[in-house]
């Protein structure tokens, strides 16, 4: 079992950066590959990031590619999205995820746990 905790949302102008953390639990996070998700309310979830168990493989939806970084900790247990350049329309709730699998996936049916998401909201 993995439960995950996102931190580091907030309120930020345009142009700005934010880096959202996923602290996990459970001593089997460092097999599974984890994703990075958003949602804006009234549409569905999305895909931004993910990253495979050795963070050796990442993908990125063509939204945020360039402007988004994913890694992560294998011996903090900590998963990280660094955003720069942020825009209005990445105004939306961040959820951490994490699948029981080494190999990162960009859906979001393939992951097993998620975390309860960060609010991002960037101001024009």
């Known amino acids: 079992q993995v439960q995950l905790v996102e931190s580091g949302g907030g309120l930020v102008q345009a142009g700005g950066s934010l880096r959202l953390s996923c602290a996990a639990s459970?001593?089997?996070?460092?097999?599974?590959?984890m994703g990075w998700f958003r949602q804006v309310p009234g549409k569905e979830r999305e895909f931004v990031a993910a990253?495979?168990?050795?963070?050796?493989?990442?993908y990125y939806a063509d939204s945020v590619k360039g402007r988004c970084t994913i890694s992560r900790d294998n011996a903090k247990k900590v998963g990280s999205l660094q955003m720069k350049s942020l825009k209005p329309e990445d105004t939306a709730v961040y959820y951490c995820?994490?699948?029981?699998?080494?190999?990162?996936?960009?859906?979001?049916?393939?992951?097993?746990?998620w975390g309860q998401g960060t609010q991002v909201t960037v101001s024009s």
């Open positions: 995820a994490a699948r029981k699998h080494v190999v990162a996936v960009k859906s979001e049916t393939l992951y097993d746990y």
């Open positions: 459970g001593r089997t996070f460092s097999s599974y590959a």
């Open positions: 990253i495979s168990w050795s963070g050796g493989t990442t």
